[in-house]
């Protein structure tokens, strides 16, 4: 397909590609601006009734056909590469670069739960035998095992428009459950969704899906987003956002007649605690890896590292000269809507205002452009204001130089759920290390030792979620094989005749 893609403007809603009548114009970094429909309540309806067909027939399909079908939406996303990179990276002002590694992500993902629906293993089979023997009750027989729930709601992320949006982790998680997707589309990037629902479209019918098994409804209104959360027949919602706006739907899904799990990733500053040892013998190492990480993508990663405590001592300021002179060398870059970088600022203005920081570096940029920002303070100051502990999204880093080990302690302590914490230490620094990491697991669903969190496996492993605000559920992840179980529900059948079991516990 040609890089000269020019969108259709539409939704796809059960396999056909309609309109509405308010629409909205895309803001991308470079290239011409198109119209787009902008659907409300009633696309949102129309779309999640098809996928309420569609599920009679999907969510009893067998394994191998869902595996399929994955494997043809890849495909087709592959085969559409020149045309997604060209529209990604003029919506987004991503590099082609991070483009085709994340598109490559968005088709590995798909495959890889292609490969684990295939296996069986999660379906979680359990039977427990009959025992008529049993006293003082004879022991049912009972068997086990997990079932779709269901439609399921997705939204499309802006900083991941292929990885975290139209077919990204969610979607393919639950379409490999037997879960049919509604989609609401990011307004940062909709020509990049739709030429990923062109695919998607193209997999259905090659594979002979239902045609509502999946749909995607493109919108710049907040009256989308609560209608797929509030419709009655949404049975679980996936999300990836601000900590605002992903709050305000999860309250919408718990207020419900008929309350939903709403799987929401949020806000996390991921902090890096650097232990003395550590600095002591690669200072300078540490500082050049963490402002890589800090302003990879423009800073725009939940998992961005925008904390980093240290005990205060020549070493931190070693650190931060090579961290500074570092983030000194990166050019001032746009972010992905001008929304996003009017909140970066206003961030880091809110936080230099606390006149409780050391500005070590600071960008002078203008409208979508942005460059990093570097900050200090003290432990002391750090614990006296919670206003520090707040994310701002994008190339923003503070350093917290405590006094002791006792007050790294105490930081850690107080620190809010994270997606991921970072401990650099070597052998010497083992004993602060072993009292920290009672204090963090409680606090992350990652814990990494001496790298960077920018860069999430997809694998069997892998947890990306923790306790809130990084997201709603610290049950669950948004990213590898376990993201399955969010959106299936277990059944037990008690003496149940063989043929009535589900084929695959017949089979079990």
């Not at 098994?213 to 027949?233: C, D, I, K, M, Y």
């Not at 094989?481 to 003496?495: E, H, K």
Request: aromatic share 6%; with cysteine; proline share 6%.
């Amino acid at each position: 397909m040609s890089q000269d893609f020019k969108p259709r403007g539409k939704h796809l809603i059960a396999g056909e590609w309609v309109g509405s009548e308010t629409t909205f114009t895309s803001d991308p970094v470079t290239g011409p601006s198109y119209e787009f429909a902008a659907g409300g309540a009633a696309e949102i309806d129309s779309a999640v009734k098809a996928a309420e067909e569609a599920f009679a027939v999907y969510g009893a399909s067998s394994r191998a056909e869902r595996a399929a079908f994955l494997n043809a939406i890849a495909d087709e996303i592959e085969a559409r590469a020149e045309a997604i990179t060209a529209m990604a990276t003029r919506e987004s002002g991503l590099p082609e670069a991070r483009i085709n590694g994340e598109r490559g992500r968005t088709t590995g993902q798909l495959r890889f739960f292609a490969k684990h629906i295939e296996k069986g293993d999660y379906l979680d089979r359990r039977h427990d035998p009959a025992d008529p023997q049993r006293q003082p009750q004879p022991k049912p027989d009972l068997k086990l095992m997990q079932f779709p729930v269901g439609p399921v709601g997705v939204f499309g992320a802006s900083n991941f428009p292929l990885a975290f949006s139209t077919a990204g982790g969610d979607t393919a998680s639950a379409l490999a459950a037997g879960c049919p997707v509604v989609v609401k589309g990011h307004q940062a990037h909709p020509g990049t969704g739709e030429l990923v629902a062109e695919a998607i479209h193209e997999a259905i019918k090659k594979t002979g899906q239902h045609p509502g098994v999946f749909s995607l409804v493109q919108s710049n209104r907040r009256e989308a987003g609560e209608a797929l959360v509030t419709h009655p027949l949404i049975r679980a919602v996936g999300f990836t956002g601000s900590t605002g706006g992903g709050r305000a739907l999860f309250n919408l899904a718990a207020s419900r007649p008929d309350p939903i799990p709403f799987y929401g990733e949020l806000g996390s500053v991921n902090p890096v605690f650097l232990l003395p040892a550590a600095l002591a013998s690669r200072a300078q190492k540490i500082g050049e890896g963490w402002a890589a990480s800090l302003t990879l993508g423009v800073g725009q990663f939940c998992t961005n590292p925008g904390v980093a405590v240290a005990i205060d001592s020549g070493d931190v300021e070693t650190f931060m000269s090579a961290a500074q002179k570092a983030l000194e060398q990166i050019t001032e870059q746009p972010m992905l809507t001008a929304g996003i970088a009017e909140a970066y600022r206003k961030g880091r203005d809110r936080v230099v205002g606390l006149n409780c920081v050391r500005v070590r570096l600071t960008s002078k940029a203008e409208g979508r452009y942005v460059g990093p920002d570097l900050l200090e303070t003290t432990g002391e100051e750090w614990l006296a204001n919670p206003e520090l502990h707040n994310e701002v999204f994008g190339p923003f880093g503070i350093v917290v130089r405590v006094k002791d080990e006792e007050e790294m302690r105490q930081i850690a302590r107080g620190v809010e759920g994270q997606l991921t914490c970072t401990l650099h230490m070597d052998d010497a620094d083992t004993a602060l290390a072993a009292s920290l990491m009672p204090i963090l697991q409680r606090k992350a669903g990652r814990l990494i030792a001496n790298g960077f969190p920018t860069g999430v496996e997809v694998s069997d492993a892998m947890m990306h979620g923790g306790p809130y605000p990084a997201s709603t559920n610290a049950s669950t992840t948004s990213v590898g094989s376990l993201a399955i179980r969010r959106f299936l529900r277990p059944v037990a059948f008690q003496d149940m005749p063989t043929s009535l079991l589900p084929a695959d516990l017949k089979n079990a």
